[in-house]
């Protein structure tokens, strides 16, 4: 009998609704629960509100509050969830990278996602 898993659940969130649309068909197709988000403060809502969740992947370029400091929160009050950060554009030294943080560059590669992600065994 399969049941949904602390390592099941991925929460995804960009303001751009075409990328967590994409990124979330992608996930639920390789075996995944997904929540779907469209902005940092409705993941923390989302978060808050669902104990299941075990890995973030977020846009690091968001209104409001950009990944890096959503990172910095997630990390904060949920410190065991993974947090995977994407993004279109280059990381300068302007930019303040939390140590530890994994960094993909879009588009993405789905494969490398994946080995990013725990096994679904």
Known sequence: MSST??????????????????LAAFLNLS???????????????????????????????MPELDGFDFLRVVKHRFPAIKVILVTGHEITDDDVVPSGATILKKPLE????????????
């Open 5 to 22: 898993s602390h390592t099941d659940t991925v929460l995804v969130t960009d303001d751009n609704r075409d990328v967590v649309d994409a």
């Open 31 to 61: 075996g995944y629960k997904v929540i779907a988000t469209y902005s940092a403060r409705e993941a923390l809502d989302s978060l808050d509100q669902d104990s299941s969740v075990g890995v973030v992947i977020s846009d690091v370029r």
């Open 110 to 121: 789905f494969e490398q996602l994946l080995r990013l992600l725990p096994s679904r065994d």
